[in-house]
């Protein structure tokens, strides 16, 4: 098993990690020229989306967010159009559902009409989003007026709250350098993209806004995260690939995904496979990591036996847990609750597992649950040193060599 491992790690040699260089002779277009107003007032939509369309028509170039908080709804960027938040600004969101059109794209694993992000990149190739100022999507406010329409006589209508950042069948595409807080659901959801780069972002977001994730990975190829802070109410990184008979359907694994020198704070899970596994998940490197801030479950996979696909060649190596409630979590029959679907006829295979290297104090070590009609197979431990009230709990586990497992209880 740990020649076969070494073999796909070779593998992550062929990811093109594209070199991204914005030309200081690129046209810049400031949005302020088109009306748009930094005073966290004025909803600059229609502004900001001039500006965007007119760069795209007049070949490319870069849409620059200035000094001040500029406030809009949904918008998309066009061909050829890189994004500078400049140091200072903030491109904020709006909380008026009517901001957010509903589109064709996928949510929580199926394809559907959902409402827009806010901000939307689809089918671009070399798209760069970067700068040291901040996106926020106004999530502690959708939060508060949630709980104020609840109470109110004329609710919202019934729409998605809006993730932040969209790159949907892109590639070639890079995030950089900035702030990106308060989602109001997931924050960047990588969707149906190929070399994606991920480098020196900041992702925080309140703790009581649900469904918060950090990053999700979704039926997406060679994308590479590093240098990144995470603290949000969800997995930090969750890697999918659709969910049931609809991700069967549109058959698109993860794969050659890298991430590394990244920390994560609170989240339900550090790097988390699954749930909606069921277009496969292959060749995953998580390194040079550190997990703490009582995060549930740093090392984390989830499935139902409804999804199928096969998740394959996960490494974690390098890991520090502080203060976590557990080290690792596989539960392949995750948050069965509500309306129970019909197995796949070919349940989840989860297999070749290496975890190396991975060290700290938590609460648990953990819990490995397979089904049992489709076991957990060949895990294996290297170098692994864990201080913990409880020690790891199997169940339909087949293959696993815990030889470099050391688990110190009280």
């Known amino acids: 098993m740990k020649k076969y491992l070494v073999v796909i790690l070779l593998l992550f040699t062929g990811i093109t990690l594209t070199a991204f260089i914005i030309s200081s002779t690129q046209q810049r277009f400031l949005v302020t020229r088109y009306g748009a107003k930094g005073d966290s007032n004025t909803v600059n939509t229609q502004a900001i989306q001039t500006a965007i369309n007119n760069c795209s028509a007049k070949g490319?170039?870069?849409?620059?967010?200035?000094?001040?908080?500029?406030?809009?709804?949904?918008?998309?960027?066009?061909?050829?159009?890189?994004?500078?938040?400049?140091?200072?600004?903030?491109?904020?969101?709006?909380?008026?559902?009517?901001?957010?059109?509903?589109?064709?794209?996928?949510?929580?694993?199926?394809?559907?009409?959902?409402?827009?992000?806010?901000?939307?990149?689809?089918?671009?190739?070399?798209?760069?989003?970067?700068?040291?100022?901040?996106?926020?999507?106004?999530?502690?406010?959708?939060?508060?007026?949630?709980?104020?329409q609840k109470q109110s006589a004329t609710p919202f209508p019934k729409v998605?709250?809006?993730?932040?950042?969209?790159?949907?069948?892109?590639?070639?595409?890079?995030?950089?350098?900035?702030?990106?807080?308060?989602?109001?659901?997931?924050?960047?959801?990588?969707?149906?993209?190929?070399?994606?780069?991920?480098?020196?972002?900041?992702?925080?977001?309140?703790?009581?806004?649900?469904?918060?994730?950090?990053?999700?990975?979704?039926?997406?190829?060679?994308?590479?995260?590093?240098?990144?802070?995470?603290?949000?109410?969800?997995?930090?990184?969750?890697?999918?690939?659709?969910?049931?008979?609809?991700?069967?359907?549109?058959?698109?694994?993860?794969?050659?995904?890298?991430?590394?020198?990244?920390?994560?704070?609170?989240?339900?899970?550090?790097?988390?496979?699954?749930?909606?596994?069921s277009g496969g998940i292959h060749n995953v490197l998580i390194s040079n990591c550190v997990i703490d801030s009582d995060n549930w479950a740093p090392i984390r996979f989830k499935s139902q036996p409804s999804r199928g696909g096969v998740v394959e060649n996960i490494t974690y190596q390098n890991i520090t847990l502080h203060n976590t409630r557990k080290a690792f979590e596989f539960n392949m029959a995750w948050r069965m609750v509500g309306t129970i679907r019909k197995p796949a006829e070919v349940p989840t295979i989860v297999r070749n597992i290496l975890i190396k290297n991975v060290s700290g104090t938590v609460q648990s070590a953990g819990d490995m649950s397979g089904l049992d009609n489709s076991p957990i197979q060949n895990v294996t431990f290297e170098n692994c040193y864990i201080k913990a009230t409880t020690g790891l709990s199997l169940n339909h586990v087949t293959g696993i060599d815990t030889t470099g497992l050391h688990v110190t209880l009280p």
């Open 60 to 148: 490319g170039g870069v849409v620059v967010i200035p000094k001040g908080v500029f406030l809009s709804g949904a918008l998309f960027l066009q061909k050829g159009v890189h994004l500078q938040i400049e140091k200072g600004g903030v491109l904020k969101g709006t909380t008026n559902p009517n901001d957010y059109p509903q589109v064709h794209t996928r949510w929580e694993g199926e394809e559907q009409v959902f409402t827009a992000a806010f901000l939307n990149i689809n089918d671009q190739e070399g798209t760069c989003i970067y700068g040291e100022g901040t996106i926020d999507g106004s999530g502690d406010e959708w939060v508060k007026q949630y709980h104020r």
């Open 160 to 277: 998605g709250r809006p993730r932040l950042i969209c790159f949907q069948n892109c590639s070639n595409v890079r995030i950089s350098h900035l702030q990106l807080h308060n989602q109001a659901v997931w924050c960047l959801h990588i969707l149906y993209s190929h070399n994606v780069t991920v480098n020196h972002i900041n992702i925080t977001a309140q703790h009581n806004i649900p469904s918060s994730d950090g990053i999700d990975i979704d039926s997406s190829d060679s994308v590479h995260i590093s240098n990144t802070f995470i603290d949000v109410n969800d997995d930090c990184i969750s890697i999918k690939s659709g969910k049931d008979e609809d991700g069967r359907r549109v058959n698109k694994p993860s794969r050659n995904i890298i991430i590394d020198s990244c920390h994560f704070a609170y989240g339900h899970g550090g790097v988390a496979m699954g749930s909606e596994v």
